[in-house]
């Protein structure tokens, strides 16, 4: 899946941590959650901004980073 459009940086949110695009939803949040093995419905309860597509986004992204490609993010 192609996760730019889903997941942004901007200095003027959450200091430019990596968020989903529209909400002030860090990206680690959701991946450290999901490590700790809590189900991905919970996750969206938790976060009602964010939908289905942004756990398949930060996945994706987090393979990317996994295969230590450089990752540009739109600022």
């Known amino acids: ?5 889903h997941i942004i940086t901007n200095p003027q949110v959450m200091h430019g941590a990596v968020c989903f695009a ?3 939803v860090p990206v680690s949040v959701v991946l450290d959650n999901l490590a700790d093995g ?3 419905e919970v996750i969206l309860d938790q ?3 964010l939908k289905p597509v942004h756990i398949s986004a930060a996945l994706s992204y987090a393979a990317d980073l996994a ?3 450089i990752v540009p993010i739109s600022v």
Do not use: F, N
Not at 1 to 5: R, S, T, V, Y
């Open 47 to 49: 976060y009602p901004s």
């Open 38 to 40: 809590e189900p991905v």
């Open 1 to 5: 899946m192609d996760w730019k459009p």
């Open 22 to 24: 529209g909400t002030r």
């Open 67 to 69: 295969r230590e490609r």
